[in-house]
Every structure is written in C-alpha cells, then in structure tokens.
C-alpha cells in the first residue's frame, strides 16, 4: 500500500481521548493496545492521497473566509458526500464531485467500500481513544418516500438512520436532527440544523456526525499551565493560557514552517501543529508550504527532545460551505437535477440547495474533545547510538498556527483548524 511502509516505521503514538472529566493529572492506561493499521485497496488509497489534497484546498479556502478561530472535518464531509453519491446519475456532475473530494475516478463500489472501511475501523483503533461516526438521512414524506435503490444503498454500505417526515412542520424536523446531533456529537454541538435551512421543496438532509476524544500520550500537568504572551497576525500581543511541558516528540521542519507532532493514545492518532518561523509569516504561508508537498509531511519529521508550549483552547463554529465547493468546481451540482433520492419518478429530481459544517474542540491538558456535523441538504429543481543528554529544542506557539488530527496508518485527516489566539 502506498506510503503504507513509512507510516507504519514512524513511532508515533496518538491521541487518546479521555473520559467525560480532565480533572486528573496522570493518563489513563489500558493493556493491550496495539495498533493494527487499516488495510486499504488500492483505490482506498488512492482516496486518501486525494482526499487529503482536498483537505488542505478546503482549509485554504476557509481560512480566507474566516478570520477568526476555527475547526473542520474534512473526513466528515466526504463521508457525508459519500452517502449523497448514492443518488447520484452518472455524468459530469458526478464526475466533478468526485474530482473535488478526492474520489477522482473511482467506481461506486470503491466508494462504498472506503467510507464502509473507515466507518468500522477508525473506532477500533486505539482503546485510549474514544472516535464515533453516525450518519442521518431524513427524506421529505410530504413529496414522497424514498427511492428504493438510495436507500438500500445508503443502509447496506454507510450505516445510516433512514427517517421519514412531513417537512410542513419545520421545527419537527429540527428537533429530531438536532437531537440526534447532540447525542452523536457526545452534546458537543447543540444545533445542527435551523428552520432557514431548509423548506418544502427540500427533499433530504443528509448529515455525518465525527466524533473524537482522545488522551495525550504525554500529558501537560496543570500545575505547569501558566498564561503567556501570544502575538497574534496583526503585532497585537495578548495573554493566552499555554500548557508547557518537556519530552520526545516529533518535530521537522519545511520551507517556512516547523512542525510538532503530538501523540494521543497508541499512536493511532496525532495532533500535528504547523507553526510560522517568525511573526513575519501567516497561517496563509503555513497552508501554501503544506500544500506544495501535497499534504504529506511526515518524512520531514525526527524524535527530538522538546520544550513545548501549546494554549489551551476551545471554540465552535458554523462553516456554510456552498460559496467554498463551487470555487472548488462544483457548480453544476448545486444548479442542476443530478440526484435522484425520492421515489418520484425515474428521473434524478435533486440538486445540492445547502451544504454546511458545524465544528466544535477543546483541547486542554489531558487531550483533545472534537465533533463536527456535516449537514448536505437536496432540493427539488435547483535513533541515534549517543547516550548523551539530547539537545532541548524549543517549539513555542506563541503566534497563530495550523494544526490537524490524522489516523496515522493512513494519514487520513479527521480535523484541521486555525487557532489565532481570539
């Protein structure tokens, strides 16, 4: 499997989430906790590869948009397109969907295989994690019942919760979503959907909730979090609360950028901070440096003793994403009837009317608490041999960075963000 050999020899252990309090100071630990990578075909693969060149094109894209702090789940969405190609017709629409998310050329077999893969084995990956995946599909009883083919598909293939309603009662609607969503999302995000979301010529909303809470492999004491100056991207200089600690890691650097890997759990997942080499630079440079090496940079990074100092954050968001994937090259699937999900007629009935994501993070001393929901609503007609002490290297975050969440057998990307210290 490509690149599946340099993944497997990096020693990283990752992020294990934690239980529902942070209010000890030693990990939790669980026996047997061997990490067994996901085996993926050829074209599952490739759709990593793909898909997480799309990632790092969403996070750039979002990033111009949002000037603040925020989270994504780029996995999230592809999942959710994922159950959306299942009403899909073949054709250019198809095709341009497909390009965008990473799936490129592949056949829906290979799709429903890769999502169908990654929603069981991404939970079994690490006992000190804690990783949850659901899909949702409510169809519009008002226009009709949904398409035989679609659901079978969507049942079989991505474990989704078929449900049917009158969308004349709009908050009926809302609350059945967004209960659902607040369970999935383990209460992280409290709405999911709202009334303007949609309207009776909507046909479906589609939604996957990604959850993820996992322990550092090497905790921050609280008694060492002390609040620190932190220069934000205009010279402003503000007080942030920064965890501190010194160990091992992981840590590289490329063109303009240092990079600090920081495993939870048993090394099945990282946080990875992308941070600017001086003030002079943006998380924008960060971003372009990552994408000219295709999003894969784990060659650049050795086992090194650090100093690391890292804030303490949290934040939730609403990303509407609409503008953003039709930049992206699809256009037509927001302007033309390419889906067909309603048993209506024999003819596709739906295009894309809403697609938007809500994210929602902590990250504290004991680890890393994440949810994001992607919500696509339809609608009708539109080593080294010295004993001496290593040198200490100095990684302090202290300016706005990038980071991300990665499965490391795979280096498919769960979450990325901004944090600009607002």
């Not at 690149?3 to 939790?28: D, V």
Request: negative net charge; contains cysteine.
């Amino acid at each position: 499997m490509k690149h599946q050999a340099l993944r497997i020899i990096l020693s990283i252990t990752i992020i294990g989430f934690i239980a529902n309090s942070c209010s000890y100071e030693e990990p939790l630990k669980v026996e047997s906790n061997d990490l067994i990578p996901i085996e993926l075909s050829t074209r599952g693969d490739d759709f990593v590869d793909h898909g997480n060149s799309f990632a790092f094109k969403l996070l750039q894209k979002v990033e111009q948009e949002e000037k603040s702090n925020f989270t994504l789940s780029p996995l999230s969405l592809s999942l959710a397109f994922g159950i959306l190609i299942e009403g899909a017709e073949d054709g250019p629409i198809l095709d341009s969907v497909c390009k965008v998310l990473g799936y490129e050329e592949g056949g829906r077999q290979d799709i429903k295989e890769f999502c169908s893969t990654m929603m069981k084995r991404l939970p079994e990956m690490d006992k000190m994690s804690t990783v949850s995946m659901s899909n949702l599909v409510v169809t519009n009883n008002d226009i009709a019942s949904p398409d035989k083919a679609f659901q079978t598909a969507v049942s079989n293939y991505h474990n989704s919760y078929l449900k049917s309603l009158p969308f004349l009662n709009k908050q009926g609607v809302c609350d059945y979503i967004n209960n659902w969503g607040y369970e999935n999302s383990n209460k992280m995000i409290k709405e999911t959907i709202k009334e303007s979301d949609f309207n009776s010529l909507t046909t479906a909303i589609l939604v996957n909730s990604l959850y993820f809470k996992g322990q550092w492999a090497n905790y921050f004491k609280k008694s060492k979090t002390e609040n620190e100056s932190f220069t934000t991207e205009q010279g402003d200089v503000k007080k942030v609360k920064m965890m501190k600690q010194e160990g091992i890691f992981e840590m590289g650097s490329f063109e303009n950028t240092s990079i600090l890997r920081m495993p939870y759990g048993n090394g099945a997942y990282v946080f990875d901070v992308f941070l600017p080499w001086d003030d002079a630079l943006g998380v924008k440079d960060v971003i372009k440096s990552i994408m000219s090496l295709g999003g894969e940079y784990s060659h650049s990074l050795y086992k090194r003793k650090v100093d690391v100092w890292l804030p303490k954050f949290e934040g939730s968001l609403r990303i509407d994403l609409e503008k953003i994937l039709k930049e992206m090259g699809m256009e037509t699937a927001f302007e033309e009837a390419w889906l067909k999900i309603l048993d209506v007629n024999d003819k596709p009935e739906s295009s894309i009317s809403k697609c938007f994501q809500m994210s929602s993070i902590k990250v504290d001393e004991t680890g890393t608490e994440a949810a994001a929901e992607s919500v696509i609503t339809a609608a009708l007609g539109a080593s080294s041999s010295s004993f001496n002490e290593p040198q200490t290297y100095v990684f302090h975050a202290d300016r706005p960075f990038v980071y991300t969440i990665r499965e490391t057998s795979t280096g498919a990307v769960l979450f990325s963000g901004v944090y600009r210290g607002e």
